[in-house]
C-alpha cells in the first residue's frame, strides 16, 4: 500500500518560508528560530519513510484583494491580474521541475507510464523508492485564457481547480457565485486534454453548474463534510452525493478547523477520531469506502499544532489506515481511502505516454 495525498502546498511553502522540500519537517523546525511560524509537517524524506507515494502539488497564488495575512518569514505569492498570477504560478512550477532535476527521488507524473514508474518503485529497496508529484493548479486565475491552458498542460498541469476565492472563471470561497462564461469555455477545454476538474473551493453554485457541464473526470482535492464544519468551503451531503454519482473522490483535510465549528488555534488539537468520524460520514452517505481519501493540506496555512492529535508530519499519514482498521474498516476498503480512489481517478484521465 501507498498513501496518495490529494493536495500539498510544496512550492508555496518554498515560496513563503523557504523550505527545501528534500529536508525533513523536523530539520526545518530546527532551522526556524523559536519556533515563529506554522510547525513544519512537509518534507520529502518524512514522506518517503511514510509510505506517502503519490502527491497532487499545487500552483496556488492568492488575489491580492484577499489580503492573505500569513505569519511568514516571506510574503506570499500574490496578484491583481491574470498576468501577475501567470508569472508567480510559472515560478512555481518551475520549483516542481528543478525538484526532479535535482533529484532522482521525486519524479512528475505526465502520464500512466510515469505513474506506473513510481509505482514500481516501491517494490524495490527504499533507497529507490520515488515520490510521484501530479499538479494541481489551484484557482485557474494563472490560466490567461481557457485556450492557454495548453501551455500549462505541456508543461505538466493535469488538474484544475477554478476557484480559491472567486476568480474569472467561478465563484469560491466567501465568493458566491456560479461559473462565469470564461468558465463554461474553459471547462470545454479541460475536457479536450482530459484534465481533472478539481471542485474544491468552489462556491455551490459553481460546484453545481460544473458537476452537471463537465465531461471529464471531477475530484475535490482537499474538502470535508459541511456536517462537521458548516461553512460554504466544505460540501454539504448532497454535493457529496452529487459528486458520487460522477465517480468523484474527496480528500480529508486534517486541519483541526475544517474538523469542528467549535474549534480554535487556542484549544486543544482534536482527537484523531474526529478524522475518522468525517471519513466515515462520507462513506455512510455515499454507501460506500470509493469516494473518499486523503487531501491533507499539510503547511497551507497551517501546522503540526493546528492539526488533530498524532499527526507530527506527513509520515504520519499511514495512522489513518491503523484507525480504519480499529473502527472495523476491511483491508481493501482501507487501501481505497489511503490512495486507490486517487489512483483510479488518475488512471481515468492520464494519457498513456
Excluded at 495575512?69 to 510559472?90: C, F, H, M, V
Excluded at 502520464?111 to 494541481?136: H, T
Excluded at 496555512?301 to 492539526?307: E, L, R, V
Amino acid at each position: 500500500m501507498i498513501v496518495v495525498d490529494a493536495h500539498q502546498d510544496i512550492a508555496w511553502n518554498t515560496t513563503c518560508y523557504g523550505r527545501d522540500y528534500r529536508v525533513s519537517a523536523i530539520k526545518h523546525r530546527e532551522n526556524e528560530i523559536m519556533q515563529r511560524w506554522d510547525k513544519a509537517m512537509l518534507g520529502l524524506p518524512d514522506a518517503l519513510l511514510g509510505r506517502v507515494g503519490i502527491v497532487f502539488s499545487t500552483l496556488f497564488v492568492a488575489p491580492a484583494s484577499s489580503k492573505l495575512a500569513l505569519n511568514t518569514p516571506y510574503p506570499a505569492p500574490s496578484y491583481e491580474d491574470a498576468k501577475e498570477a501567470y508569472t508567480q504560478a510559472g515560478k512555481q512550477l518551475d520549483y516542481y521541475h528543478r525538484l526532479t532535476d535535482e533529484t532522482d527521488r521525486v519524479r512528475l507524473i505526465y502520464s500512466q507510464q510515469d505513474l506506473d514508474a513510481v509505482i514500481a518503485s516501491w517494490d524495490k529497496p527504499i533507497g529507490q523508492r520515488q515520490q510521484g508529484l501530479v499538479v494541481l493548479m489551484e484557482g485557474a486565475d494563472p490560466i490567461l485564457e481557457p485556450k492557454q491552458f495548453e501551455e500549462w498542460y505541456e508543461r505538466g498541469v493535469r488538474i484544475v481547480g477554478t476557484s480559491w476565492g472567486a476568480t474569472r472563471y467561478a465563484g469560491g470561497t466567501g465568493a458566491p457565485a456560479g461559473l462565469s462564461k470564461l468558465g463554461y469555455e474553459l471547462l470545454e477545454i479541460l475536457a479536450s486534454f482530459d484534465a481533472i476538474l478539481d471542485l474544491s473551493h468552489m462556491a455551490e453554485q459553481a460546484f453545481n453548474e460544473a458537476i452537471d457541464r463537465y465531461e471529464g473526470v471531477v475530484i475535490a482535492s482537499h474538502s470535508n463534510p459541511r456536517h462537521f464544519r458548516n461553512s460554504d468551503r466544505h460540501l454539504s451531503d448532497d454535493m457529496i452525493r452529487k459528486l458520487a454519482e460522477r465517480d468523484g473522490v474527496m480528500g480529508i483535510v486534517l486541519y483541526n478547523a475544517f474538523l469542528s465549528d467549535t474549534w480554535t488555534r487556542t484549544s486543544q488539537r482534536l482527537p484523531m477520531s474526529v478524522v475518522i468520524d468525517a471519513i466515515d460520514h462520507v462513506c455512510q452517505v455515499t454507501g460506500s469506502a470509493k469516494h473518499v481519501g486523503i487531501g491533507s493540506d499539510f503547511d497551507g496555512g497551517f501546522g503540526a499544532d493546528q492539526t488533530p492529535q498524532g499527526f507530527e508530519t506527513v509520515g504520519d499519514l499511514l495512522l489513518i489506515a491503523t484507525a480504519l482498521e480499529e473502527r472495523g474498516y476491511a483491508s481493501d476498503d482501507i487501501e481505497a481511502i489511503m490512495g486507490n480512489n486517487f489512483l483510479r481517478k488518475l488512471r481515468d484521465s492520464l494519457p498513456q505516454t
